[in-house]
C-alpha cells in the first residue's frame, strides 16, 4: 500500500524555488529532479482561508460558502464570522482515509482549528487562539508537545506585520524549529498512511521581508541587511525538508504544495474612499484620521455599496429587501454590479495607467454559491496592489498599509512536486489547480475518489 507524505509551504512561489534559488536547494531540487513540478492554480481569491480547505477537499470556495478569513454571517452591515473548521461541511481527504481505516496525521493544516477527531492524530493551525485550547485530537497529544518543546508552543508568530524585522526573524525560525521538532517526533513514534504538515513560516517571511530582496519592489534598497533573509529560510527549510524524507521508505509518495503564490505589493488602493469619491458610499460624517469604516458613520439610506481591505476586496451590494436598509431594487441589481465592474476595470495608478483590475462575480467562477459571498470578488491590479479599507485617507492611492507593514501581496499560482520512488517522473509538468491534490492523495493511496470532487488526479 502507498503512503502520502505531503509538505506544505504556505504562500511559497514557484518561480523562487524552480528557478532562482534551485540551486540552494538540494532537497526540493531532489524531489523535482526525480518526480513532476508546476504551478499549482490557486483558489479565487488566492488566500490561506478558503485554498488550503479547497485543495484538500476538491470543493471551490462557493462550494464551500468560505470567501475569506472574515465571512458575513447575515445581511446585516456588522455581523462577521472567522472561518474556523467549523466553516466546513464537507470531507477533506483525512476524513475520508480515516473512515477508511487509514492512519492519518495532520499538523498545522489551514482552518483546522477546532480540532475534530481523526483515526490519527491532528495538531491545529494559525487560528488556534492559545495553546491554553485544546489544540490537539487525541487530547493527550498535547501533552506530548508540552514535554517536547521548552516553552509555549507556537501555532503561530504574534505579529508579523512590524517594523521590528530582528524580532519578526527570530519568531519565525522559532516556529520552524519547534514544529520540525514536532514533525520529526511524530514520524519516530507514530504510524501513519497519510502524513500532512504546512509551514506557515514562508508566509510571514514574504509578508515581513520581500521588499528587502525583489528589485521590483518600490522600497527595495539594494544592499540592505535582511537581502538574503526569504533566500535564507527557504535554504532552512530544505534543510529540514531533507531531515523528514529520510524517515521515509520507497513506498512513500512526496508531494510538496503551496497554496498561493506571492510578488511584490506594488500599493493599495483606498476601496472605500473610492466608492465614496464614486458616489456608492456615503457617510454621516467624515471620520478624523484614518478609520476602519466599521468605526465610521455609514449613511445606509444612500449608501449603494461598500468594500473590505485585505490582499483581494470584496464588495458588498446594499439591496432593497436583503439588507436591512437596502437601496438597489433587484431589479436594477445587474445593471449596478456591471457597472461597477466596468468602473473598477478602469481604476489606473497614479501616473494615470491602468492597474489591470479584475472583479469577479461569483456565480461565473463557482460550481455552486453557498452562504453570503460578496457580490464581487476583486484582485486590484491583477494582486500587485491590496485593498485598503480604512476611510480617512482622502486619496485613492496610498503606499502604506492600514493593517501594519506588508510587503508582498499573493500570486495566483501556488507550486507542486510530485515524487515517486517507484516511478519515473516528467520534470517540469503541466499547472494543475489545487483541486487536483486531493483526488491524486486519494489515487495515490488505492482509495475511490467520491464524485463530488472538481479536480482531476495527476495520473501517470
Not at 478602469?346 to 461569483?362: E, H, M, Y
Request: charged letters at 20%.
Amino acid at each position: 500500500m502507498r503512503k502520502v507524505f505531503v509538505i506544505g509551504l504556505d504562500c511559497a512561489e514557484p518561480t523562487l524555488v524552480f528557478d532562482q534559488w534551485r540551486a540552494h536547494l538540494p532537497n526540493l531540487s531532489r524531489l523535482m529532479a526525480g518526480g513532476t513540478y508546476g504551478e499549482l492554480t490557486s483558489t479565487i481569491p488566492a488566500i490561506t482561508v478558503p485554498a488550503w480547505a479547497s485543495m484538500l477537499s476538491s470543493r471551490d470556495p462557493g462550494q464551500l460558502g468560505c470567501y475569506g478569513f472574515r465571512n458575513r454571517a447575515d445581511y446585516t452591515y456588522e455581523n462577521m464570522t472567522i472561518a474556523t473548521a467549523r466553516m466546513i461541511k464537507v470531507d477533506r481527504v483525512w476524513d475520508i482515509l480515516s473512515r477508511l481505516g487509514k492512519r492519518v496525521i495532520v499538523a498545522a493544516v489551514p482552518q483546522t482549528y477546532p480540532v475534530r477527531p481523526v483515526n490519527g492524530y491532528m495538531i491545529s493551525c494559525f487560528l488556534t487562539p492559545s495553546t491554553q485550547s485544546q489544540y490537539t485530537y487525541p487530547a493527550e497529544l498535547k501533552g506530548e508537545i508540552e514535554a517536547l518543546i521548552p516553552g509555549e508552543y507556537m501555532v503561530d508568530v504574534p505579529q508579523f506585520r512590524t517594523d521590528n524585522k530582528e524580532h519578526l526573524l527570530q519568531q519565525i525560525y522559532e516556529m520552524a524549529d519547534q514544529q520540525h521538532q514536532v514533525v520529526k517526533y511524530l514520524l519516530s513514534t507514530k504510524p501513519w498512511d497519510f502524513f500532512m504538515h504546512v509551514d506557515m513560516g514562508v508566509d510571514r517571511i514574504h509578508h515581513g521581508f520581500w521588499k528587502f530582496f525583489d528589485p521590483r519592489h518600490p522600497l527595495y534598497e539594494p544592499g540592505n541587511p535582511y537581502e538574503n533573509a526569504i533566500r535564507d529560510y527557504y535554504i532552512y527549510l530544505d534543510g529540514q525538508i531533507g531531515e523528514w524524507l529520510q524517515w521515509l521508505d520507497d513506498d512513500t509518495v512526496v508531494l510538496v504544495v503551496s497554496d498561493h503564490g506571492a510578488k511584490p505589493m506594488m500599493g493599495g488602493i483606498a476601496f472605500n474612499e473610492w466608492l465614496k469619491q464614486e458616489g456608492y458610499l456615503h457617510l454621516e460624517y467624515q471620520p478624523e484620521g484614518i478609520v476602519p469604516l466599521e468605526k465610521c458613520e455609514v449613511d445606509w439610506d444612500r449608501t449603494l455599496a461598500w468594500g473590505s481591505g485585505g490582499y483581494y476586496a470584496r464588495l458588498f451590494l446594499n439591496v432593497k429587501g436583503r439588507e436591512p436598509n437596502g437601496i438597489i431594487d433587484p431589479a436594477d441589481y445587474e445593471r449596478v454590479r456591471d457597472e461597477l465592474r466596468d468602473k473598477i476595470a478602469a481604476i489606473t495608478d497614479p501616473q494615470g495607467v491602468n492597474l489591470g483590475s479584475v472583479a469577479f462575480k461569483p456565480e461565473e467562477i463557482y460550481q455552486e454559491v453557498n452562504g453570503i459571498a460578496p457580490d464581487l470578488i476583486v484582485y486590484f491590479g491583477n494582486l500587485s496592489w491590496r485593498s485598503v479599507g480604512s476611510l480617512g485617507l482622502n486619496r485613492i492611492h496610498t503606499f502604506e498599509n492600514d493593517t501594519g507593514p506588508d510587503d508582498a501581496n499573493h500570486a495566483q499560482e501556488g507550486l507542486y512536486i510530485l515524487f515517486d520512488p517507484k516511478a519515473h517522473g516528467q520534470g517540469p509538468g503541466p499547472r494543475r489547480h489545487v483541486t487536483d491534490i486531493a483526488p491524486t492523495i486519494l489515487e495515490l493511496m488505492g482509495v475511490p475518489i467520491p464524485s463530488g470532487m472538481q479536480g482531476q488526479p495527476f495520473g501517470p
